[in-house]
């Protein structure tokens, strides 16, 4: 996940890194010849696309809001009705921003990739038992194909899933699993680690159910008791952990081993070095 925005703080100092003024570079976006500043956007619009009276209405108004967003010169090179009331559109123009490389800040991996044979080993010697993995998609989420790309054996991205892992015990609940039911099913399993889905980020609701979760967990158990949180899904910023209570955040892309050496790092070694 890398983020950016000018003078912007860090929320995360310790996993952010930014370019070091050697590497300070300015780029602008190019569509047909490098440096024409050309881009494309797409969105859709509340306005019908129906007459022909109304696809120009629509296409003025698309214009107008590329317009606004800095793009011009600009033009609609797509446009197609969605239902009787909306329209949606691709438009392709020219901006004048520029990108300040030595600006983006991005989050950096805190923790070795390991592979699964040292995985195992660790979790062993260190516990002498398996680690408890409780899995869920929470709130009206149903959408399973991301946590279950962790959980599952057959895994992901060439990788294979946490339950391939034999040092590693998997209870997948999946989709719609209310706060309250995971809460109490991680405590019966005596959890290590909760891992979260939630893709859906309607209104906001990764954001709400993450923060929901997170406290029911805190008001449930004392901190030396809590499982390690961690929640995943596309349209998460990873700099948010503080924000949403929980220990780390997993986005796009995420592999499985990935998760297993974060588990490791977190719940072992870290623990280990502090001792
Ligand atoms: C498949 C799909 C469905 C399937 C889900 C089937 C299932 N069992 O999962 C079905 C058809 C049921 C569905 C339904 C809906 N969907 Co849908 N769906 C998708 C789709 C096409 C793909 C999602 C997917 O499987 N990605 C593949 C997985 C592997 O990727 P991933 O989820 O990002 O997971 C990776 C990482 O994010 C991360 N990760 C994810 N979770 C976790 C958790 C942890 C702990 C960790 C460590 C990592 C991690 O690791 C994974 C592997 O790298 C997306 C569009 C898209 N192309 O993404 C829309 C999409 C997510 N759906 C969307 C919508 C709107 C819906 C519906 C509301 C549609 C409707 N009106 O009914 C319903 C909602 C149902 C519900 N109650 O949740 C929107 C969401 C928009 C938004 N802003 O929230 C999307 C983006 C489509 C769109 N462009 O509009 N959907």
Not at 199 to 219: C, G, I, P
């Amino acid at each position: 996940m890398t983020t950016a925005s000018a003078g912007q703080s860090l929320s995360g100092p310790e996993r952010a890194s930014q370019h070091s003024d050697q590497d300070r570079k300015i780029v602008r976006p190019y569509g047909d010849t490098t440096g024409d500043g050309r881009v494309q956007l797409s969105f859709t619009l509340p306005v019908p696309y129906g007459t022909s009276e109304q696809r120009a209405r629509a296409e003025g108004a698309a214009l107008q809001l590329a317009a606004k967003m800095g793009m011009d010169p600009a033009m609609v090179v797509h446009a197609k009705g969605m239902g009787p009331d909306f329209t949606f559109f691709i438009v392709y123009g020219r901006v004048a921003h520029l990108v300040d490389l030595s600006e983006v800040i991005v989050a950096e991996r805190e923790f070795p990739l390991l592979p699964a044979a040292e995985i195992n080993l660790r979790i062993r010697s260190a516990l002498g038992r398996k680690l408890v993995v409780v899995g869920a998609c929470i709130g009206t989420d149903a959408h399973t194909v991301g946590i279950d790309a962790i959980l599952n054996v057959k895994g992901h991205a060439g990788e294979k899933g946490l339950e391939y892992y034999r040092e590693m015990r998997i209870v997948n609940l999946g989709a719609q699993v209310a706060v309250p039911d995971l809460v109490a099913r991680a405590r019966a399993e005596q959890a290590d680690a909760v891992l979260v889905s939630q893709v859906v980020t309607q209104r906001d609701a990764h954001l709400h159910n993450t923060k929901e979760m997170s406290a029911a967990f805190r008001e449930a158990l004392p901190a030396e008791k809590r499982p390690l949180l961690v929640v995943g899904g596309p349209r998460f910023d990873e700099m948010m952990t503080a924000e949403l209570g929980v220990d780390r955040i997993f986005g796009r892309g995420t592999t499985p081993r990935e998760v297993a050496s974060y588990l490791v790092n977190a719940l072992i070694t870290t623990k280990q070095k502090a001792a």
